[in-house]
């Protein structure tokens, strides 16, 4: 769902603790991306970051 006005409670979490989730999860993401682009030019660099990154953020919120 794009629109969710509940999401917080229904996620039982504080608005705080959300955003700080957020942004680490949004800053993890944007540096997997980085590391993707120099891999796809150096393919020597960050042979396993990206998809052990990804696999690391899907088991921190597979349960959400």
Same mark, same amino acid.
């Given at each position: 769902?794009?629109? !969710?006005?509940?999401? #917080?409670?229904?996620?039982? /979490? +504080? &608005?705080l603790s959300h955003s700080i989730r957020?942004?680490?999860?949004?800053?993890? #993401?944007?540096? #997997?991306?980085?590391? +993707? /682009?120099?891999? *796809? &030019?150096?393919?020597? /660099? &960050?042979?396993?970051?990206?998809?052990?990154g990804i696999k690391k953020l899907y *088991?921190?919120?597979? !349960? &959400?």
């Amino acid at each position: 769902m794009f629109f !969710d006005k509940h999401h #917080l409670k229904n996620s039982k /979490i +504080g &608005f705080l603790s959300h955003s700080i989730r957020v942004l680490r999860m949004s800053a993890i #993401l944007i540096a #997997l991306g980085v590391a +993707g /682009i120099i891999h *796809a &030019f150096l393919p020597f /660099i &960050f042979t396993k970051t990206v998809s052990n990154g990804i696999k690391k953020l899907y *088991a921190q919120v597979k !349960d &959400f």
